[in-house]
């Protein structure tokens, strides 16, 4: 592993992270610790179901600098326990590494959010030791990941971060949001066959109150029972959590 570079505001001052929100503390983002939470704009996909749908494009004005989460962190450090980064898609930000390493640079740990579409990134990140936990969106069946996030050519990159996600050791999870037009409950052990060897599926149960395409907020959810059963079927390749029931 190699070592990660000292850096600090005035670095990542040339290129500064396109930073849309910011929360300065909660439990959710990363469940079992209080972490502040880091809101990058814009995103490769375009998930009907995006829950952010505000994130989906590169914020206009930035809502806030690195030396102001730099300074929130030194101000809370004695009791925040880390600081996720999330998005909108972080990969797609070109100052992801310097964000990064200046949080590093403060002995904070880091949880990033991914869709997984940038392998060789995920990769140079979890090499350098700038990230302690990765969650990583599985969005459906490799056959449908087309269709669903509205690009083409996803899966294959998914896949490699899968398998990088798997091999660095870091701690991390997998998760599917299960929007009903993209994902059936009987698809969910057939995707957790491809994360054997993961640590953790976390199956997320989809709300319609608020997203990207503004038909999907008509669409009902799964039954919680439905998505129970699944993930009892998913434990046969990695444990599976069902969250939001």
């Not at 190699?2 to 992270?17: G, I, R």
């Not at 939470?37 to 829950?51: E, K």
């Not at 002995?107 to 990765?134: Q, W």
Request: proline residues 9%.
């Amino acid at each position: 592993m190699s070592t990660p570079p000292t850096l600090t505001a005035d670095t990542v001052a040339a290129a500064p992270p396109r930073i849309a929100g910011f929360l300065g503390s909660g439990m959710l983002d990363w469940p079992g610790r209080l972490a502040s939470t880091i809101f990058l704009g814009g995103c490769n996909l375009r998930c009907p179901y995006c829950h952010n749908p505000e994130l989906s494009r590169p914020p206009k004005r930035y809502a806030l600098t690195i030396d102001d989460v730099l300074a929130h962190v030194r101000s809370k450090r004695t009791w925040l326990d880390g600081v996720v980064i999330t998005g909108g898609e972080p990969s797609c930000d070109p100052a992801l590494d310097e964000l990064l390493g200046a949080l590093h640079a403060e002995h904070i740990p880091v949880k990033l959010d991914t869709n997984g579409t940038a392998p060789e990134r995920l990769r140079s990140v979890l090499d350098a030791g700038l990230v302690d936990f990765v969650a990583l969106d599985v969005k459906a069946l490799p056959e449908r990941y087309d269709r669903v996030t509205g690009a083409h050519g996803v899966w294959p990159l998914v896949e490699r971060s899968i398998a990088t996600v798997i091999a660095s050791g870091v701690d991390h999870e997998f998760r599917t949001t299960c929007y009903p037009s993209a994902v059936d409950t009987a698809d969910l052990p057939a995707i957790a066959a491809h994360l054997a060897g993961g640590r953790r599926y976390a199956i997320q149960q989809f709300r319609p109150q608020r997203t990207l395409d503004p038909g999907a907020t008509s669409v009902r959810p799964h039954a919680p029972e439905s998505l129970r059963r699944a993930a009892v079927c998913c434990t046969v390749h990695l444990p599976t959590v069902v969250r939001g029931v």
